[in-house]
C-alpha cells in the first residue's frame, strides 16, 4: 500500500474561487492510502514545494497528487521538487482541476464534487504508479533548417556560429526567400538586398552551412536527437561543381517566353536561368517545363556555349540521407492567390496588382529597372489607389482569412511614401479599415507618409474597381466623411492577406509538428515556449508560426537557433522512461506488436524459459528497445494476449482511473 | 424588442461588423440614402431601429446583394435592411406586402431592376 | 459532498496528450463552459485506448465514452490515430450488437488549437447522453459474487 500525499492548490483565485478546496482536501484525505491531505494558495511557488518537499520527508510519502492546473503546465516543477525529496518523480500525478474544471464550471458544488472526482482518480492511478527511470539517448550533432528566406538564413547562421554542423534545404533554386524580391524595408527605407545579400554570402562561405538549394525535404523519421531525414535534390541539369554563374547560357537559350516567377510573371525569363544576379548558390537551372531539349530533345545551345561543360541533360534527382538532432521549421508565407477577389478586377487588369508585384515593380533589379510604370501600357501612372486588407480580417472559409496579415499598413504606407518621394506628381490614395503599426518607430513611418508626403489616407473599404478606358474606376467609401468616392485611378495596388507556403501542411505531417486551422504551425506554448512546437526537437523560425516582418522574423530565428544550440550541446537526452514492456511470460511471439509500431522499436529474440520437468523450451518474444520506443501504447492494444503494457499508462492504472471516475 | 426581431428575421449578427465600409463602397444606390449600409449596421447594433423604420431610406435600397457578397466579415447588411422593412410591415399588422401597395411605396425614379431583384430575394 | 439535483450522465472522455488533451486545456484557457459530468482520462495516444476500457466503463456505469484524438494525418506518432480509428469502429459495432446505443460512444478529432472544437463537441455529447437517458450496466462477470 502507497503512503500518499495530497496538495490542493489555489492557484491564487484561480482555482478557490469556483472549488471549495478544504473540501477537496478533506475528501481526498478519506481515500484509501491517503496519509496527508493539504491545500495551499500557489503550490507552485517555492514555498508550495517546500511544503511538498518537507511533506515527503515527514510522512515517508511513497506517491504525491498535486491537484492543481494541467500536467502540461506543471507536472515537471513538481516531479523535480519529488525528486529533490528522493521521491522517484514518475509516483506524481497531477489532477487537473484548473483547466478542465475551476475555469470551464461556474457552479461552485458542481465544481467541487468534479474536483474531488479528479482527485480520486489520479489518487487511484498513482496506487498502481511504480518508480520509472529515465534512460538516454545521443544526441546527433547536426541541425536541419527547412527553408531557406532569411528566417532559415539567420536560424542557420546563429547555429553555425556557435560551432554546430548545419544544413539548409531551399526548395527554390537559391537561397533569399521573399526578401530578396523586396525593394526596400520599413521603417528605415534601407535596401533589402543590401542588407540581405551579405547574409547569403555568409551562409555559403560558412564551413559550418551546407546549403542544398533546389531540394526538398521527403521523409522524416526519429524522434528528437536522432531524426533521420531524406532530402530530395532535384536534379538542376548543371553540374552545380562546374557550373561557374557566368550566366552566358542565359543569354543565348532561344526559349525566351517563360514566365519570371521571381518578377512574378511581370516579364520573361528563358528556360536556362540564374534567378537573380545574387543567387546562392550562383549556378544555372534548367527549368525541365521549358526546355526544348529535355522536352523533345531538340537544342543543346546551352551545352554549346558552356565553357564550363557543366550542362548535364541526363542528371536524375538525388536522394540524399542525413542525420539530424534538430530541426528547425523556416518554410515562410506566400500572398493569397488574388483571383477570386473579382470586385478589385484582378483578372481584368494588369494594372490591378498585388503589394509584392508593385515591389518588383519599383525594385532597380525588377522589369521597369526600377522606374514605376503601369504593366499595360508602360506609362507613368498619375493616381495610385492603395486597397488594405484584402483577404485578411474575414470572417474565414471562402471570404478569406481570419487573421491580421501585420505587415502591410507598414508595406503599403513605405509603398505610397516611396510613390510620392520619386513621383510628386502622383496622387496617392490609401483606403484602410484601421491603421496598426504598433512597431518601433512604425507609427511615425506612418504618420510621415501623411503629414510629411501627403498620402491621402481614407478610412473605409473599395467596393469595386472596374477598368474601362484605360482608367480604373475606384468606387468606394470614406466612412469618415460619410460619402461614397469616385476616383479615376491608373493603378490600384492590393495588399494581399499572407498565408502559410502550401509546403508546410506535409511537412508538419512529416515533422508530426501540429498546425492551426490557418496552416500555421502551432507553439509549444503562445506566451512561454514560442519558437519550439510541442514536437520535441521541431522549432519554428518566421513566419510559417504566424505572419511576421523582418526584424521580427530575425529575432525569432535568433530565439529558435538558440535553442537548438541549446539542445546540441547535450551530449545525451534523457528518454521518456513511459515505454512499452512485455511480459515475457504471456507474450505468443505472434508480431502484432512489432506491426503496428511506428518508430520500429519492438523485435524479437528466441529466449530460453525454463518447462515442466527440467526442460528447456526456446520461444519467440518480443522485446522494446526502450530508447527508440517514444510510448505511444499502439502495441498494448494490438497484443492480443496481454502481454504488452506501457509503463506509467498501464492497463490497470488506467482502469483504476475509469472506476474512480464511474464510481 | 424589436432588435431580437430584426436579429430573428435576418439571420444577421451586426456585432460581426468591423467598420471596413465595403458595403458603402460597394452600394449603387449610395447617393439615394438616407442611411448609408455600414450605417444600418451600426444602428442596428446600438438598437436604433425606430429611426430606420421611419426613414424612406430602406425602400431605396435596390437588393442588389452587392453587400452581401463583399462584405468580408458576412455580416450581410442587405438582409437587414429587408428585416427592417418587414418590421415595418409586420408593425402594420401585416406580414406581406399587397400588389396593390407596391406602386405606392416605391419610389418614382426608382428602376424596375429593383422590382425584380426585390422578387429576387424571396428566391434565396 | 453530494449534489441533490436530478439526474445527469457520467460521461469518460478519453483525449490523447498531444492535441485533445491540450485542445481541453485550451478551452479552460478560454473558460468556455461544458458541464462538469465529463471527466477526462489522458492517455499517451488515442491509440492506446484499449476497448476494454470502454467496456469497463460500461460495467461501472458510464452513460457514454468519447475518445479524443489528433486530426487523421496529424498524430504525435504518425499512425496512431488510424489503428484507433479502427478499433473503435469495430467495438462500437459490437456494443451496438450488446445494446448499446450507438450515440453513447464516439470518436473525435480535435487538435490543440480547437479548444471552441472540444467544448462545443462535449456540450453536444452531454446534450446527445442526457436525451438517451440512464445508461444498463453491462455485467462483469468476473466481479460476480
Known sequence: ?663 | MLMDTIAAISGVNPRKCMRCGKCSGSCPAYDEMEYHPHQFVSMVESGRIEELMASKGIYTCLSCFACIERCPRSVEPARLIEAVRLAVIRQQGKNHLTPEQIPQLLDEDLPQQAITSAFRKYKR | MQVNKEWTPTIVAFCCNWCSYAGADLSGTNRLQYPANVKIIRIPCSCRLNPMFILRAFQRGADGVILCGCHPGDCHYTTGNYYARRRMTLLFSMLEYLGIERERTRVEWVSAAEGAKFAATMNDFVKTVTALGENKRLEDLRCKE
Open chain 1, 1 to 663: 500500500m502507497q503512503k500518499i500525499g495530497v496538495f490542493v492548490c489555489w492557484c491564487g483565485s484561480n482555482i478557490a474561487a469556483t472549488v471549495d478546496v478544504e473540501a477537496v482536501s478533506q475528501a481526498l484525505a478519506q481515500e484509501p492510502g491517503v496519509v496527508f491531505s493539504t491545500n495551499y494558495q500557489y503550490m507552485c511557488s517555492q514555498t508550495g514545494q517546500d511544503l511538498i518537499r518537507d511533506k515527503i520527508k515527514e510522512y515517508g510519502l511513497t506517491g504525491v497528487v498535486v491537484c492543481s492546473c494541467s500536467p502540461r503546465m506543471h507536472e515537471n516543477t513538481f516531479r523535480k521538487t519529488c525528486e529533490k525529496a528522493g521521491l522517484n518523480p514518475y509516483m506524481v500525478e497531477i489532477a487537473n482541476i484548473r483547466e478542465q474544471c475551476s475555469w470551464i464550471h461556474k457552479d461552485k458544488a458542481e465544481a467541487t464534487e468534479k474536483a474531488i472526482i479528479l482527485g480520486r482518480a489520479a489518487i487511484a492511478k498513482v496506487q498502481l504508479n511504480a518508480p520509472l527511470q529515465a534512460g538516454t539517448s545521443p544526441v546527433k550533432k547536426r541541425a536541419l533548417v527547412i527553408g531557406g528566406g532569411i528566417a532559415g538564413i539567420q536560424t542557420a547562421l546563429d547555429i553555425a556560429d556557435a560551432g554546430f554542423q548545419v544544413d539548409i534545404v531551399e526548395k527554390k533554386p537559391t537561397i533569399g526567400g521573399k526578401m530578396t524580391q523586396i525593394d526596400k524595408t520599413f521603417p528605415t527605407l534601407d535596401c533589402a538586398a543590401c542588407i540581405l545579400t551579405p547574409k547569403m554570402v555568409d551562409c555559403a562561405q560558412n564551413e559550418n552551412i551546407h546549403i542544398y538549394a533546389y531540394s526538398e525535404v521527403e521523409a522524416v523519421k526519429g524522434f528528437v536527437g536522432n531524426f533521420k531525414v531524406t532530402i530530395r535534390k532535384k536534379a538542376r541539369f548543371v553540374d552545380t561543381t562546374k557550373c561557374t554563374g557566368c550566366g552566358l547560357c542565359t543569354e543565348k537559350c532561344p526559349q525566351k517566353k517563360v514566365p519570371n516567377e521571381f518578377n512574378l510573371g511581370l516579364d520573361n525569363r528563358r528556360a536556362i536561368y540564374i534567378p537573380f544576379a545574387q543567387a546562392v548558390p550562383k549556378v544555372a537551372t534548367i527549368d525541365p517545363d521549358y526546355c526544348n531539349m529535355l522536352k523533345n530533345g531538340k537544342c543543346g545551345v546551352c551545352a554549346k556555349v558552356c565553357g564550363a561543360n557543366a550542362i548535364d541533360y541526363k542528371q536524375q534527382d538525388e536522394l540524399i540521407e542525413e542525420e539530424y538532432g534538430a530541426i528547425v521549421a523556416a518554410t515562410g508565407f506566400n500572398p493569397i492567390d488574388l483571383s477570386k477577389f473579382n470586385e478589385f478586377g484582378y483578372s481584368q487588369s494588369p494594372d490591378v496588382v498585388s503589394s509584392l508585384e508593385f515591389e518588383r515593380l519599383m525594385n532597380a533589379a525588377g522589369p521597369t529597372g526600377g522606374t514605376l510604370l503601369r504593366p499595360s501600357d508602360g506609362k507613368h501612372p498619375h493616381t495610385i489607389v492603395f486597397v488594405q486588407c484584402v483577404g485578411s480580417r474575414c470572417d474565414g472559409g471562402e471570404k478569406g482569412k481570419p487573421y491580421c496579415s501585420k505587415i502591410c499598413c507598414m508595406y503599403t504606407a513605405k509603398h505610397a511614401m516611396l510613390c510620392r518621394e520619386k513621383y510628386p506628381d502622383t496622387d496617392v490614395y490609401v483606403f484602410y479599415i484601421d491603421v496598426r503599426t504598433p512597431g518601433k518607430n512604425f507609427d511615425e513611418f506612418y504618420r510621415r507618409a501623411v503629414e510629411e508626403y501627403g498620402v491621402h489616407y481614407i478610412k473605409g473599404m473599395v467596393g469595386k474597381v472596374v477598368p474601362e478606358n484605360g482608367k480604373l474606376k475606384v468606387q468606394a467609401s470614406d466612412l469618415l466623411d460619410n460619402r461614397q468616392l469616385h476616383i479615376d485611378a491608373d493603378m490600384v495596388v492590393l495588399a494581399a492577406a499572407i498565408e502559410p507556403d502550401k509546403s508546410a501542411r506535409p511537412l508538419a505531417t512529416m515533422l508530426t509538428a501540429s498546425m492551426d486551422t490557418n496552416d500555421f504551425f502551432t507553439e509549444a506554448h503562445p506566451k512561454l515556449r514560442p519558437v519550439e512546437s510541442p514536437t520535441a526537437g521541431i522549432f519554428l523560425s518566421g513566419a510559417c508560426q504566424g505572419p511576421k516582418d523582418i526584424p521580427e522574423t530575425v529575432a525569432q530565428a535568433g530565439a529558435a537557433a538558440s535553442k537548438v544550440i541549446g539542445l546540441l550541446s547535450k551530449d545525451h537526452l534523457l528518454c521518456n522512461p513511459c515505454t512499452a514492456q512485455p511480459d515475457e511470460m504471456m507474450c505468443n511471439g505472434c508480431s502484432s506488436c512489432e506491426k503496428v509500431c511506428p518508430y520500429g522499436a519492438i523485435t524479437y529474440i528466441d529466449k530460453e524459459f525454463r518447462g515442466p520437468n527440467r526442460t528447456t523450451l526456446l520461444r519467440r518474444v518480443a522485446q522494446v528497445n526502450p530508447a527508440v520506443c517514444q510510448g505511444c501504447g499502439a502495441c498494448t492494444v494490438a497484443c492480443m494476449s496481454g502481454a504488452m503494457d506501457l509503463k506509467g499508462f498501464s492497463n490497470r492504472q488506467i482502469m483504476a482511473e475509469v472506476d474512480a471516475i464511474c464510481k
